[in-house]
T-cell receptor, first 111, second 111 residues
Framework: DQQVKQNSPSLSVQEGRISILNCDYTNSMFDYFLWYKKYPAEGPTFLIS?????DKNEDGRFTVFLNKSAKHLSLHIVPSQPGDSAVYFCAASFGNEKLTFGTGTRLTIIP | DAGITQSPRHKVTETGTPVTLRCHQTENHRYMYWYRQDPGHGLRLIHYSYGVKDTDKGEVSDGYSVSRSKTEDFLLTLESATSSQTSVYFC??????????FGQGTRLTVV
Protein backbone atom coordinates (compact mmCIF):
# COMPACT_ATOMS: atom_id res chain seq x y z
CA ASP A 1 0.00 0.00 0.00
CA GLN A 2 1.81 3.08 -1.31
CA GLN A 3 0.86 5.89 1.06
CA VAL A 4 2.93 8.48 -0.79
CA LYS A 5 2.78 8.52 -4.57
CA GLN A 6 4.68 10.34 -7.27
CA ASN A 7 2.86 9.44 -10.46
CA SER A 8 5.32 11.01 -12.89
CA PRO A 9 8.53 8.97 -13.14
CA SER A 10 10.19 11.65 -15.23
CA LEU A 11 9.86 15.29 -16.26
CA SER A 12 11.80 17.42 -18.74
CA VAL A 13 11.82 21.21 -18.51
CA GLN A 14 13.61 23.92 -20.44
CA GLU A 15 16.23 25.88 -18.54
CA GLY A 16 14.76 29.07 -17.10
CA ARG A 17 11.19 27.76 -17.05
CA ILE A 18 9.20 26.51 -14.06
CA SER A 19 9.49 22.89 -12.93
CA ILE A 20 6.48 21.50 -11.08
CA LEU A 21 6.78 18.17 -9.30
CA ASN A 22 3.72 16.55 -7.80
CA CYS A 23 3.05 14.19 -4.92
CA ASP A 24 -0.13 12.62 -3.56
CA TYR A 25 -0.69 10.95 -0.23
CA THR A 26 -3.43 8.80 1.23
CA ASN A 27 -2.88 8.99 4.99
CA SER A 28 -4.72 12.00 6.45
CA MET A 29 -2.67 11.64 9.66
CA PHE A 30 0.50 12.90 7.93
CA ASP A 31 1.41 16.27 9.44
CA TYR A 32 4.84 17.03 8.01
CA PHE A 33 6.00 16.88 4.42
CA LEU A 34 9.45 17.13 2.87
CA TRP A 35 11.16 17.20 -0.51
CA TYR A 36 14.55 15.66 -1.17
CA LYS A 37 16.89 15.81 -4.13
CA LYS A 38 19.18 12.97 -5.10
CA TYR A 39 22.15 12.85 -7.44
CA PRO A 40 23.56 9.49 -8.60
CA ALA A 41 25.88 7.77 -6.12
CA GLU A 42 24.98 10.23 -3.36
CA GLY A 43 22.56 10.20 -0.46
CA PRO A 44 19.34 12.24 -0.71
CA THR A 45 19.68 15.84 0.43
CA PHE A 46 16.93 17.84 2.07
CA LEU A 47 15.40 20.66 0.03
CA ILE A 48 12.35 22.10 1.72
CA SER A 49 9.57 21.09 4.09
CA UNK A 50 6.09 22.13 5.14
CA UNK A 51 3.95 21.54 8.17
CA UNK A 52 0.30 20.61 7.78
CA UNK A 53 -0.72 23.88 9.44
CA UNK A 54 0.59 25.79 6.43
CA ASP A 55 -0.30 25.72 2.76
CA LYS A 56 2.88 27.24 1.33
CA ASN A 57 6.54 27.47 2.17
CA GLU A 58 9.17 29.25 0.11
CA ASP A 59 12.96 29.08 0.10
CA GLY A 60 14.70 30.89 -2.71
CA ARG A 61 13.85 29.25 -6.01
CA PHE A 62 11.90 26.46 -4.28
CA THR A 63 8.28 26.65 -3.14
CA VAL A 64 6.21 23.84 -1.71
CA PHE A 65 2.42 23.96 -1.80
CA LEU A 66 0.18 21.77 0.31
CA ASN A 67 -3.50 21.10 -0.43
CA LYS A 68 -4.77 19.08 2.49
CA SER A 69 -8.27 18.60 1.17
CA ALA A 70 -6.86 17.02 -1.99
CA LYS A 71 -4.02 15.28 -0.12
CA HIS A 72 -1.61 16.77 -2.63
CA LEU A 73 1.64 18.63 -2.47
CA SER A 74 3.78 20.12 -5.17
CA LEU A 75 7.28 21.52 -5.51
CA HIS A 76 7.86 24.50 -7.79
CA ILE A 77 11.35 25.39 -8.97
CA VAL A 78 11.69 28.79 -10.61
CA PRO A 79 13.76 29.38 -12.64
CA SER A 80 14.97 25.88 -13.42
CA GLN A 81 18.74 25.48 -13.77
CA PRO A 82 20.87 22.64 -15.21
CA GLY A 83 22.09 21.75 -11.71
CA ASP A 84 18.49 20.96 -10.77
CA SER A 85 18.63 17.80 -12.89
CA ALA A 86 18.25 15.01 -10.33
CA VAL A 87 15.72 12.63 -8.83
CA TYR A 88 13.26 14.30 -6.47
CA PHE A 89 11.51 12.46 -3.66
CA CYS A 90 8.62 13.66 -1.57
CA ALA A 91 8.23 12.29 1.95
CA ALA A 92 5.64 12.47 4.71
CA SER A 93 5.48 11.71 8.41
CA PHE A 94 3.12 11.90 11.36
CA GLY A 95 4.38 12.48 14.83
CA ASN A 96 8.13 12.30 15.05
CA GLU A 97 8.75 8.85 13.75
CA LYS A 98 8.53 7.17 10.37
CA LEU A 99 9.30 9.01 7.16
CA THR A 100 7.48 7.52 4.18
CA PHE A 101 8.87 8.31 0.74
CA GLY A 102 7.41 8.36 -2.74
CA THR A 103 8.94 6.57 -5.71
CA GLY A 104 10.68 9.64 -7.07
CA THR A 105 10.55 11.82 -10.20
CA ARG A 106 13.58 12.22 -12.43
CA LEU A 107 13.84 15.88 -13.46
CA THR A 108 15.90 16.77 -16.51
CA ILE A 109 16.61 20.42 -17.27
CA ILE A 110 17.23 21.00 -20.95
CA PRO A 111 19.76 23.78 -21.68
CA ASP B 1 27.13 18.23 6.55
CA ALA B 2 25.41 16.09 9.16
CA GLY B 3 27.80 13.71 10.90
CA ILE B 4 26.59 10.41 9.54
CA THR B 5 28.81 7.66 8.17
CA GLN B 6 27.90 4.37 6.57
CA SER B 7 30.24 1.41 6.30
CA PRO B 8 31.12 -0.34 4.16
CA ARG B 9 30.37 1.78 1.07
CA HIS B 10 30.45 -1.22 -1.24
CA LYS B 11 30.12 -4.93 -0.55
CA VAL B 12 29.77 -8.08 -2.61
CA THR B 13 28.65 -11.15 -0.76
CA GLU B 14 27.44 -14.65 -1.52
CA THR B 15 23.89 -15.91 -1.17
CA GLY B 16 23.22 -17.35 2.26
CA THR B 17 25.88 -15.43 4.13
CA PRO B 18 25.09 -12.96 6.92
CA VAL B 19 25.94 -9.32 6.29
CA THR B 20 26.02 -6.36 8.68
CA LEU B 21 25.92 -2.74 7.60
CA ARG B 22 26.84 -0.02 10.03
CA CYS B 23 25.51 3.51 10.45
CA HIS B 24 27.36 5.86 12.77
CA GLN B 25 26.27 9.37 13.76
CA THR B 26 27.93 12.14 15.72
CA GLU B 27 24.82 14.35 16.00
CA ASN B 28 23.16 12.65 18.98
CA HIS B 29 19.88 12.47 17.04
CA ARG B 30 17.20 10.27 18.54
CA TYR B 31 15.79 8.72 15.39
CA MET B 32 17.72 6.51 12.98
CA TYR B 33 16.43 4.78 9.87
CA TRP B 34 17.47 2.19 7.32
CA TYR B 35 16.09 2.47 3.79
CA ARG B 36 16.73 0.61 0.59
CA GLN B 37 16.53 2.22 -2.82
CA ASP B 38 15.47 0.19 -5.84
CA PRO B 39 14.42 1.30 -9.34
CA GLY B 40 10.69 1.93 -9.48
CA HIS B 41 10.29 1.68 -5.73
CA GLY B 42 11.92 4.82 -4.43
CA LEU B 43 13.12 4.70 -0.85
CA ARG B 44 11.50 2.00 1.26
CA LEU B 45 11.83 1.86 5.02
CA ILE B 46 13.33 -1.34 6.40
CA HIS B 47 13.59 -0.62 10.14
CA TYR B 48 13.89 2.42 12.31
CA SER B 49 14.91 3.28 15.85
CA TYR B 50 13.49 5.87 18.23
CA GLY B 51 16.05 5.35 20.97
CA VAL B 52 18.65 2.97 22.35
CA LYS B 53 17.25 -0.56 22.18
CA ASP B 54 13.96 0.83 20.76
CA THR B 55 13.33 -0.28 17.20
CA ASP B 56 10.38 -0.97 14.96
CA LYS B 57 9.69 -2.50 11.57
CA GLY B 58 9.20 -0.62 8.35
CA GLU B 59 7.45 -1.74 5.19
CA VAL B 60 10.11 -4.18 3.93
CA SER B 61 11.56 -5.69 7.10
CA ASP B 62 11.46 -9.41 6.20
CA GLY B 63 14.98 -10.88 6.13
CA TYR B 64 16.48 -7.96 8.04
CA SER B 65 17.19 -7.29 11.70
CA VAL B 66 18.59 -4.23 13.46
CA SER B 67 20.24 -3.33 16.70
CA ARG B 68 20.96 -0.09 18.49
CA SER B 69 22.99 -0.52 21.65
CA LYS B 70 24.36 3.04 21.59
CA THR B 71 22.84 6.33 20.46
CA GLU B 72 25.44 6.73 17.76
CA ASP B 73 25.31 3.31 16.08
CA PHE B 74 22.52 1.57 14.20
CA LEU B 75 23.34 -1.80 12.67
CA LEU B 76 21.41 -3.51 9.88
CA THR B 77 21.89 -7.27 9.52
CA LEU B 78 20.86 -9.43 6.62
CA GLU B 79 20.54 -12.77 8.35
CA SER B 80 21.00 -14.87 5.20
CA ALA B 81 21.56 -12.71 2.15
CA THR B 82 19.48 -13.33 -0.99
CA SER B 83 19.77 -11.89 -4.48
CA SER B 84 16.58 -9.87 -3.88
CA GLN B 85 18.49 -7.93 -1.23
CA THR B 86 20.90 -6.56 -3.81
CA SER B 87 20.25 -2.85 -3.44
CA VAL B 88 21.57 0.48 -2.28
CA TYR B 89 21.05 0.96 1.44
CA PHE B 90 20.76 4.37 3.07
CA CYS B 91 20.88 5.28 6.71
CA UNK B 92 19.21 8.47 7.93
CA UNK B 93 19.11 10.37 11.19
CA UNK B 94 16.47 12.76 12.44
CA UNK B 95 15.83 14.96 15.45
CA UNK B 96 12.12 15.44 16.24
CA UNK B 97 9.77 16.69 13.52
CA UNK B 98 12.44 18.03 11.23
CA UNK B 99 14.38 17.01 8.20
CA UNK B 100 16.25 13.73 8.09
CA UNK B 101 19.89 13.63 7.03
CA PHE B 102 21.13 10.77 4.92
CA GLY B 103 24.40 8.93 4.68
CA GLN B 104 26.20 8.34 1.40
CA GLY B 105 24.77 4.86 0.97
CA THR B 106 26.06 1.29 0.82
CA ARG B 107 25.89 -0.58 -2.46
CA LEU B 108 25.33 -4.26 -1.66
CA THR B 109 25.53 -6.98 -4.29
CA VAL B 110 24.48 -10.53 -3.44
CA VAL B 111 25.80 -13.09 -5.91
Amino acid sequence: DQQVKQNSPSLSVQEGRISILNCDYTNSMFDYFLWYKKYPAEGPTFLISISSIKDKNEDGRFTVFLNKSAKHLSLHIVPSQPGDSAVYFCAASFGNEKLTFGTGTRLTIIP
Amino acid sequence: DAGITQSPRHKVTETGTPVTLRCHQTENHRYMYWYRQDPGHGLRLIHYSYGVKDTDKGEVSDGYSVSRSKTEDFLLTLESATSSQTSVYFCAIRDRAAEAFFGQGTRLTVV
